[in-house]
């Protein structure tokens, strides 16, 4: 799988407002220059945070959807996710399967696949799992039956948001077979949806991210090993081989066993 640091684009903007995030004319970004605007644009906190329902409490806090008080950046956000999902779709051995909608994952994910729609004119759809005031359960967007969406979120930690949005998408006549995110906090996620039958395309992984913070002296030795080792030892528990049950009804995508290790 293509990871952060490698993947950039050419991006230009015209001025803002005083005091708005302002992109460089004719910038080169890549991952790594969206890590370092998180950062910046304070949605990536350091200290002392309940993430979970586990008593011990995460290092690191992550809020992506700061990037929305951020046109400019959201706006790279979502061609940086374009240029990966166009990577993955294009290579010789595909890692990534035809779609026609985007479905976003409330509500980061929405935020997020609807800059990604603009940017690329795919439509957006968005799962309605509880019903809120008038809108019932359901899918909110028009789609045909057995449409082909690529979900999309802003963090995945565990993937179990992801599998039980897929799950009810298929309830809806909706192939999922592939998952984008903008941030993988490395906590077992990849293998979890794996397991379920779906593939996860991530643009930043939190250890590149970490490393880069390291780099920069905006974090010191102890706080990153901190972070690495908490990483380390709350991941999603190990899953028992797949049944032919737990498949997804439809899939028309075989990788080769050389295609199932994460690169």
């Known amino acids: 799988m293509h990871t952060g640091g490698m993947m950039c684009a050419t991006f230009e903007c015209s001025e803002e407002p005083k005091g708005a995030f302002v992109v460089a004319k004719e910038q080169s970004l890549d991952n790594l220059w969206l890590a370092q605007t998180l950062y910046e644009i304070g949605a990536v906190q350091f200290g002392e945070f309940d993430v979970s329902e586990s008593a011990a409490k995460s290092p ?18 979502a061609k940086l996710i374009d240029q990966e999902v166009q990577l993955a779709l294009s290579l010789r051995r595909p890692r990534a399967h035809p779609f026609e909608v985007v479905a976003g994952i409330p509500v980061g994910g929405i935020l997020l696949g609807l800059a990604y729609s603009l940017e690329t004119s795919v439509p957006l759809i968005y799962p309605r799992m509880q019903p809120q005031g ?130």
């Open 60 to 77: 690191i806090f992550i809020n992506p959807k700061k990037l929305v008080s951020h046109p400019m950046a959201l706006r790279v956000a």
């Open 134 to 263: 008038t809108g019932m359960r359901g899918i909110e967007g028009t789609y045909a039956p057995n449409t082909r969406a690529l979900l999309i979120d802003d963090l995945i930690t565990t993937g179990g948001s992801i599998v039980d949005t897929a799950h009810f998408m298929e309830e809806h006549s909706i192939i999922v077979q592939d998952a984008v995110v903008l941030i993988d906090r490395e906590q077992g996620a990849y293998h979890q949806l794996k397991h379920h039958g779906y593939n996860l395309i991530s643009i930043l992984k939190l250890d590149v991210m970490l490393n880069h913070y390291h780099a920069q002296h905006y974090i010191d030795d102890h706080l990153f090993e901190r972070c690495i080792t908490y990483l380390r030892e709350h991941q999603a528990p190990e899953r028992p081989p797949m049944d032919v049950a737990d498949l997804p009804p439809i899939s028309s995508f075989e990788p080769d066993d050389d295609d199932d290790a994460e690169e």
